[in-house]
């Protein structure tokens, strides 16, 4: 049996406040069991303001996480905000592991790094699930995690996210990692009698596609170079996603997302965020293969409540509970100013589980700059995959 807990705060002046509030909401000494761990979200001034050390070193419990732009629990929601999901069990066990330091190493190190963290992660027992936390890399990304995890023999599910600071200030994206905040690689292994449950939805429905399916024919990592022989700008053009002064049509940001389909069947979505200057080559969030299929779409607001309401109600429909989900910072964007509307569409959801179920639907939702979820491929096999343009949610019971 496991049981799900969750904290919230907006108090980011006063540490002893935000503590006590905290403290109690949790009330880790009536609700604790034999094995606790706790994740965090929360606005990156927290940290600047010594509130998040704080709540970390007052909860008897180790603790990973990131930071979020926008945080939801099933208590409050908000954009300057910190919350804690206390996850307790008598027969779960928890393991945190952190590799600190990250930015100091190539690709290589992290790649080597990663390997032998997740070997021994598993030398005793494989894990039900790993929870991941990293923050955004130029050497080493989602893709490369992703990658190392299903390299393993009978690899295990990874479930996470990249942190992400809308407001992109510089050295933000804090990652915490048992009690330090630091720049670090944060991961928490789930042992013992459970089996979690994984969901993914999109802005825009695979089926809604804005040109026809194409195939990559150039290029390298994160740099698309080509579409069906085609210079990618050039392609979006054609498509007329953009205009001849290479912005995006109806958007006031360089951002278009696009669903991959590769070989062995697995679909995912990646966002193109830039053009690699003076080329005609456009930049993605995730490693770029030739050969795998691709199809661009827009996004807007409707489809994104529209995808948060369906996974919701199909949760409540399985009589899924004690969610943890993360939701791409750029579904946010696609609202424009009413950027709370998914939040307040998730609670509204659960307010209807509440009424159905005499039983609050238990969740926990932060932002993300790349969401790490298991999907099934073309053998019904899961394998782990980065998403951009998602909602995805793990649910514990």
């Not at 002893?16 to 909401?25: D, G, L, N, T």
């Not at 939801?72 to 300057?80: E, F, L, M, R, S």
């Not at 990646?270 to 199809?295: C, N, P, Q, W, Y």
Request: hydrophobic share 40%; proline share 3%; glycine share 8%.
């Amino acid at each position: 049996m496991i049981k799900f807990y969750t904290a919230f705060t907006k108090e980011i002046d006063d540490a002893e406040a935000a503590v006590c509030e905290i403290r109690e909401q949790l009330n880790y000494s009536e609700n604790a069991l034999k094995h606790t761990i706790g994740i965090v979200h929360f606005y990156y001034e927290f940290v600047e303001t010594g509130v998040c050390q704080a709540i970390l070193d007052a909860l008897p419990f180790e603790l990973a996480g990131c930071v979020s732009s926008y945080t939801a629990t099933g208590k409050k929601y908000g954009d300057i905000a910190f919350s804690v999901t206390m996850i307790t069990s008598d027969d779960i066990d928890f393991s945190i592991r952190v590799l600190e330091d990250v930015n100091a190493r190539s690709r290589e190190q992290l790649h080597d790094e990663v390997t032998r963290l997740f070997q021994e992660l598993r030398a005793k027992e494989k894990p039900k699930m790993v929870m991941s936390f990293i923050p955004p890399l130029q050497q080493f990304g989602g893709d490369e995690l992703v990658s190392v995890a299903n390299a393993m023999p009978d690899p295990f599910p990874v479930f996470g996210t990249i942190s992400f600071n809308t407001e992109d200030k510089k050295d933000s994206n804090y990652v915490i990692g048992g009690r330090g905040i630091s720049s670090t690689f944060a991961f928490i292994a789930f042992y013992g009698d459970m089996e979690p449950t994984f969901h993914v939805t999109t802005s825009f429905a695979f089926d809604e596609a804005f040109g026809g399916v194409a195939e990559i024919t150039e290029s390298d990592g994160l740099i698309l170079k080509k579409i069906n022989g085609v210079p990618a700008l050039g392609y979006l053009r054609e498509l007329g996603m953009v205009a001849q002064d290479n912005t995006v049509v109806g958007s006031a940001i360089w951002a278009v997302p696009a669903l991959l389909t590769y070989p062995n069947g697995v679909k995912v979505v990646r966002a193109f965020l830039g053009i690699v200057a003076d080329t005609e080559f456009i930049i993605s969030t995730g490693r770029m293969d030739v050969g795998t299929k691709i199809k661009f779409a827009f996004v807007d607001g409707e489809k994104t409540l529209a995808s948060a309401e369906k996974l919701v109600k199909e949760l409540m429909e399985e009589k899924r509970n004690d969610i943890i989900a993360y939701s791409c910072a750029a579904r946010a964007w696609s609202l424009g100013a009413k950027f709370f509307a998914e939040a307040e569409k998730i609670a509204e959801c659960a307010e209807k589980y509440r009424l159905d179920h005499s039983n609050p639907l238990n969740y926990s939702v932060a932002y993300s700059g790349g969401e790490i979820c298991p999907v099934l491929d073309n053998t019904g096999k899961l394998v782990n995959a980065l998403h951009n343009y998602t909602l995805i949610a793990c649910s514990f019971n």
